[in-house]
């Protein structure tokens, strides 16, 4: 999508099936909190089975985007669908899992009752018994919490109680799962793990992840990007292909090289206002 | 309105009250306390304990579930687990209600410790039947979470939420007729009693307290208790909202 200058974009896609697998599409997708536009006017699709990540620096919207896809950010505008629902359709509640980047788990509870309360809120019910021992059993496992599971959520690290949050929403086997910031204060060897069970999440569970961080060298760990700046999308592809457009060893030069030619082109009275809906519109430069 | 996810949830909050034993134990022993206070502070005037200890056992369990239920929920907003419950398949009346029972079975405890410990050992003359002086409690009670947990939506911190407590009890703790009769304040304060839920929980105390069966006002009486609960229970819902700013 990024090499078409215009709102026809999808249909140089190479693949139309991508399109009807497609986790989550988004249409000049606004979001305004109190006076200020945080999202303006976003085109950018996610897709299903991969995993994306959403970088930026902080501060520039990736929180905000990801709870528009959740459906529990407010004055949302644009069109926004989230596995072929409207996003915040109550249908989706129970097939999107989403972790806040401050852990949202009750610290005076252990760890297996944290998990065994949201396990019962989404398979309620004396029938279920059964599915919610193996979920929040697996759900340990998953994060690698086992040895924990007895604990106070409030006596772990932070970076355990991270992976407890984590926990949350791996138990109802999520189609999507939208992690804000998941690694952020974690050491190098958590980081690594955490990563391959993304991937392995992707690839065994068929789960569609949307990944933010502000950190640049994840990157190369996501199948797909989607670069964010002053919320708007600066650029989506693969980091190969961003790599290799803007001409540079890693993606933190690429996205360094996309801010300097936005600033410069803002600059220059001809070209078009990056506010002014079709924030793509503004790069067509790097193609070779 | 699923009722396993209310049960569950409620089961939540009492595991969470588990882990903080202190808290179960002021909750329930702080009103025996002042009982036993004001038992001999009136240790010359038993008619006067009858009264106040009366009302005191409607008022108790009101302002001790106003404050739990208003830092419990503040909380809940604030760590983020309230977003992440309303993000999921859970009801709000499942929420509501699963506070509502959870705190409404510790107010259950805090009466009936209390009202024993006032008609058996205090020597609190009761005419009526200490059951009814349970049911008012209970309440009582009710109206108290149902307020914490209104108010909860318009406090940003657990510092402002502890400042609601006189804001919102105190006013109507002055106005209860605990310290007067209401029918002797000036006019315009006897309106403003009429319409405040804590009149109607002295006044079915004090029911009970005079009269052997149940009065036709002590039906009224226990009916706006009842339906001021539910009523602002309501309003609470309406602040929980799936989508934030």
Request: proline share 5%.
């Amino acid at each position: 999508m990024m090499n078409s200058p215009t709102g026809a974009a999808r249909s140089t896609e190479p693949a139309p099936a991508a399109h009807d697998t497609a986790a989550v599409t988004a249409q000049a997708l606004t979001a305004v909190r109190g006076e200020r536009t945080v999202l303006r006017g976003l085109d950018f699709t996610v897709p299903s089975g991969r995993i994306t990540g959403l970088l930026g620096p902080s501060g520039c919207g990736k929180t905000t985007l990801m709870r528009a896809i959740v459906g529990t950010q407010a004055k949302v505008g644009g069109t926004l669908q989230v596995l072929g629902r409207p996003a915040g359709d109550p249908t989706l509640r129970s097939r999107i899992g989403y972790v806040t980047q401050d852990p949202s788990v009750y610290d005076d509870l252990t760890v297996r009752q944290n998990l065994d309360y949201f396990a019962a809120v989404l398979f309620p019910g004396r029938a279920l018994r059964h599915d919610r021992r193996t979920a929040v059993e697996r759900a340990i496992t998953d994060v690698d919490l086992a040895s924990h599971a007895d604990a106070l959520a409030g006596r772990l690290s932070g970076g355990q109680r991270s992976r407890v949050s984590l926990a949350v929403a791996l138990l109802g086997t999520p189609e999507l799962l939208v992690l804000d910031e998941p690694t952020v204060g974690l050491d190098p060897v958590l980081r690594r793990d955490l990563w391959n069970l993304f991937h392995q999440i992707a690839a065994d569970r068929g789960t569609t992840l949307l990944v933010s961080s502000h950190v640049m060298d994840e990157a190369e760990r996501c199948h797909r990007l989607l670069l964010m700046r002053e919320g708007e999308i600066l650029a989506e592809d693969t980091p190969e292909a961003l790599r290799r457009r803007n001409d540079t060893a890693t993606v933190e030069e690429a996205f360094l090289h996309l801010v300097d030619a936005a600033a410069a082109r803002a600059a220059h009275p001809g070209a078009a206002h990056p506010g002014a809906g079709h924030p793509r519109t503004t790069h067509e430069e790097p193609r070779s | 309105m699923n009722g396993a996810r209310t049960l569950a949830t409620a089961a939540r909050v009492l595991r969470q009250l588990r882990h903080d034993p202190r808290s179960i134990a002021l909750m329930l022993l702080v009103p025996c306390l002042m009982l036993f206070l004001l038992r001999y502070v009136f240790d010359g005037s038993p008619g006067t304990f009858d009264n106040i200890g009366a009302s005191l056992l409607g008022i108790f369990p009101l302002i001790t579930m106003f404050l739990v239920t208003s830092i419990a929920t503040l909380r809940e907003r604030t760590s983020g687990t309230l977003e992440r419950l309303l993000a999921m398949p859970l009801g709000k009346a499942d929420l509501i209600a699963g506070y509502a029972l959870a705190f409404g079975l510790l107010a259950v405890i805090q009466s009936t410790l209390a009202t024993g410990l006032a008609v058996w050992f205090l020597g609190l003359d009761v005419v009526g039947s200490p059951w009814l002086l349970l049911l008012v409690a209970l309440l009582d009670a009710l109206l108290g979470t149902a307020l914490g947990l209104f108010v909860s939506a318009f406090a940003a911190s657990e510092f402002q939420a502890v400042q609601f407590m006189p804001a919102v009890i105190f006013p109507q703790l002055l106005l209860c007729g605990l310290f007067t009769p209401r029918d002797r304040m000036a006019p315009a304060l006897e309106a403003i009693s009429d319409v405040l839920p804590m009149s109607y929980a002295v006044d079915g105390m004090n029911q009970v307290l005079r009269h052997p069966e149940i009065t036709g006002d002590f039906v009224r009486d226990a009916l706006v208790v009842a339906g001021c609960a539910v009523l602002v229970l309501a309003l609470g819902a309406a602040t929980l909202r799936r989508r934030t700013a």
